[in-house]
């Protein structure tokens, strides 16, 4: 037998199955691959022309599409370094609602960037101290650049609002913005409060039905709800509604009680008193003056025939969030049961409700347009169900970017002008730096570079040519000169009418860099057995599958 060492070092102090990585090769740099990996899938989907994926994720469901946030949420990232950058785009998301792509590909720029200097002999913290002193002069620029007069604007200007929201919708729907963005601006408008800081994007709903094309859709003020009326009565106008959210139904005893029944003629007045109750606290909700009960549950049959009875029209919505949007439409406040007392202010009202076939789908469109218009409904059509998703995240992002503009409506030029125009500013301010993170500064601009490259790349354009003219057009002074993709060649942006919000731009570029500094600063990675016994894969021998 032979003799058996005790481990020493980290492996005595820790529990076996442990994985420990330190130094600048093992931790630092696999984290920088693993985190340019990640930029690599998502910058071919950066701008208007910008790649699709197709991500089939654990449930076998797939998604077609050019947006960030969808596939870095979708992929599932293992890697500890990885779901930084994943965890920065994301809060983009939540953040502007825009801008995800732009965090996740320049972070990885930045830490090809931070490789190349640690390569050449830079420590981690040379590095981080240039990003930082980069980023903190960045905002002072990207300030300078943004477009006089734009921080005044009434959100409730169409044209005004069309103008920001081109960019964002064009980046995920590029060709149908023209028609995609009114009905946004529409949407958003109608809902906007008194005061626009106060904006709720959840106000603005999109209702997605398969057949027709994208110069059907419309937007409804009001909600549209999939599924039929319950009863017979299919179109109601000008109508008070109630809505009881416990469902209308003969209500059970709270306890448990046994009935004797001694004779057939109790029995049959045992069933009468029951139907006269539902008779009853039906007629009750009638002559409340409502026309319509929304039920938030089932819907009995002998309700039923008693609502039918009464004229009544009967709606089921199964959701109780889709439940409170419906009384946020109508002002109407839920009651927990039928038996509840219905006071007049408890009552909601509508202008009207029908059951309308779209694309052979029959759908309930609740429309509101005098009264408080709480919430819009934008329709989507589309050929295809992952078209119709795609679609929805372009409104999303619409409607994401009407929130940010509300709160700051300043704009700075799009098209990669922004970008240019940073790098130069920034190269300049590097060579007034004496130590070495001059060098971090000076790759942190050769960083912006990215965009247009990629911009250009995608549209199948020749990228060097395109930077090099879009350095000559700047030095000269044109600092709104941009790419024009169509044309193939660089452009003034405020003709070509591409804007980006000021937020979207600062809150990327700070999510990215401060993701960059925190992946950087990592020296050690120390990763526990994984608890848990054998997954479902890796069954233990002897064990078979049921089928």
Sequence with gaps: ?????????????????????????????????????????????????????????????????????????????????????????????????????????????????????????????????????????????????????????????????????????????????????????????????????????????????????????????????????????????????????????????????????????????????????VEELIKAVAESGAKVIVSGAAVGEMALHFCERYKLMVLKIGSKFELRRFCRTTGAIALLKLGSVVNPDDLGYVDSISVEEIGGSRVTVVRNEQGGNSVTTVLLRASTDSILDDLERAVDDGVNTYKALCRDSRIVPGAAATEIELARKLKEFSFTETGLDQYAIAKFAESFEMIPKTLAENAGLNAMEIISSLYAEHSAGNIKVGIDLEGGACKDVSTLKIWDLFVTKFHALKYAADAVCTVLRVDQIIMSKPAGGPGRRDQPAGMDNED
């Design 1 to 277: 037998m032979g003799l058996q060492t005790q481990p020493y070092g980290i492996q005595g102090m820790l529990k076996e199955g442990h994985k420990h990585f330190s130094g600048v090769e093992e931790a630092v740099i696999k984290n920088i691959d693993a985190c340019k990996q990640l930029s690599t899938i998502t910058r071919t989907s950066l701008g208007p022309n910008g790649m699709n994926k197709m991500v089939i994720n654990h449930l076998d469901k797939l998604f077609v599409t050019s947006d960030t946030a969808t596939i870095v949420n979708e992929l599932e990232v293992q890697h500890p370094a990885a779901k930084l950058l994943v965890l920065a785009g994301k809060a983009q998301q939540e953040e502007i609602g825009d801008g995800a792509n732009l965090v996740v590909s320049f972070a990885g720029e930045l830490l090809q960037g931070a490789e190349e200097l640690i390569r050449m002999g830079l420590h981690p913290s040379d590095i981080i101290i240039g990003y930082t002193k980069a980023i903190n002069k960045l905002v002072e620029i990207l300030e300078g650049l943004v477009e006089e007069g734009s921080d005044i604007m009434d959100v409730r200007n169409k044209d005004e609002v069309i103008l920001r929201m081109r960019a964002p919708v064009a980046s995920k729907q590029y060709g149908q913005e023209d028609i995609l963005c009114p009905l946004i601006a529409d949407a958003c408008i109608q809902v906007c409060p008194k005061n626009p800081t106060n904006f709720n994007v959840d106000n603005v709903r999109v209702a997605k039905l398969l057949g027709g094309g994208l110069h059907n859709c419309t937007t409804v003020r009001g909600m549209v709800l999939k599924g039929d009326t319950v009863g017979s009565v299919k179109r109601i106008e000008k109508a008070k509604v109630v809505v009881i959210a416990g469902g209308v139904d003969t209500t059970a005893t709270e306890t448990k009680g046994t009935v004797l029944i001694h004779s057939a003629e109790q029995l049959e007045n045992y069933a009468k008193t029951e139907e006269a109750k």
